[in-house]
């Protein structure tokens, strides 16, 4: 396990940003407009993970780059570290980062495309944004770092309870067994009404039909 210490001696606010930033789907720079639109924006760190092209951002913000970690522990200490996660693909399906945020008890501010929406629950697991609009998510990361400690603290619970309750891999494990239980009896049903006729039997060698 790698040792990643997460500080800045010049920034009040962390926000955390996970794989795959050179991917244009994931809107990393309407991300970065987002962010420089923040007042005050040069009180943000934006903590990347395994894209170092990120480091040449020219932006107002600060940024610190943390090389690609493979053990569960380091990603979590760097979910954990983070005020808050921003997935701001313009296309994406049930990202895992969502989920791996939510249940290190950190919320998600990103765009409400594809599945997004299913896991980011506005003022309960983070803060969601029309895609591709900037502005909205510039006010999401600003409601998501401007709540109190107590409101920290709520998201903080909901976040894991949903992650835990509703997308652990036990509860998938039954979900599906529930699924297939539900279509399989339905799919044998056509089969197990067919009646299969035997084949007239073969006349007596010599009779006359």
């Known amino acids: 396990m790698k040792t990643v210490e997460v500080r800045?001696?010049?920034?009040?606010?962390?926000?955390?940003?996970?794989?795959?930033?050179?991917?244009?789907?994931k809107g990393f720079r309407e991300l970065v407009h987002a962010l420089s639109l923040v007042p005050d924006a040069g009180n943000l760190l934006l903590i990347g993970?395994?894209?170092?092209?990120?480091?040449?951002?020219?932006?107002?913000?600060?940024?610190?780059?943390?090389?690609?970690?493979?053990?569960?522990?380091?990603t979590a200490a760097i979910?954990?570290?983070?005020?808050?996660?921003?997935?701001?693909?313009?296309?994406?399906?049930?990202?895992?980062?969502?989920?791996?945020?939510?249940?290190?008890?950190?919320p998600v501010v990103g765009f409400a495309s594809g599945g997004i929406p299913d896991m980011v629950r506005p003022?309960?697991?983070?803060?969601?944004?029309?895609?591709?609009?900037t502005a909205a998510l510039r006010d999401g990361i600003r409601q998501a770092l401007s709540v109190d400690p107590e409101t920290r603290g709520r998201l903080k619970n909901i976040c894991r309870r949903v992650a835990v309750e509703e997308?652990?891999?036990?509860?998938?494990?039954?979900?599906?067994?529930?699924?297939?239980?539900?279509?399989?009896?339905?799919?044998?049903?056509?089969?197990?009404?067919?009646?299969?006729?035997?084949p007239p039997a073969a006349a007596p060698a010599g009779s006359v039909a």
């Open 123 to 133: 003022g309960q697991t983070g803060w969601l944004a029309p895609t591709g609009d």
């Open 167 to 198: 997308y652990s891999l036990d509860v998938q494990a039954k979900q599906y067994a529930a699924l297939y239980g539900s279509l399989i009896p339905s799919a044998a049903a056509p089969m197990a009404d067919r009646t299969l006729s035997a």
């Open 8 to 25: 800045h001696p010049l920034v009040q606010h962390k926000i955390g940003l996970l794989r795959d930033a050179s991917l244009s789907t």
């Open 49 to 74: 993970v395994g894209d170092s092209h990120i480091l040449s951002v020219d932006a107002p913000f600060k940024v610190m780059q943390i090389e690609h970690v493979n053990d569960d522990p380091t």
């Open 79 to 106: 979910y954990a570290a983070a005020d808050v996660m921003a997935i701001p693909s313009r296309q994406d399906n049930l990202p895992n980062t969502i989920l791996e945020s939510m249940s290190c008890g950190t």
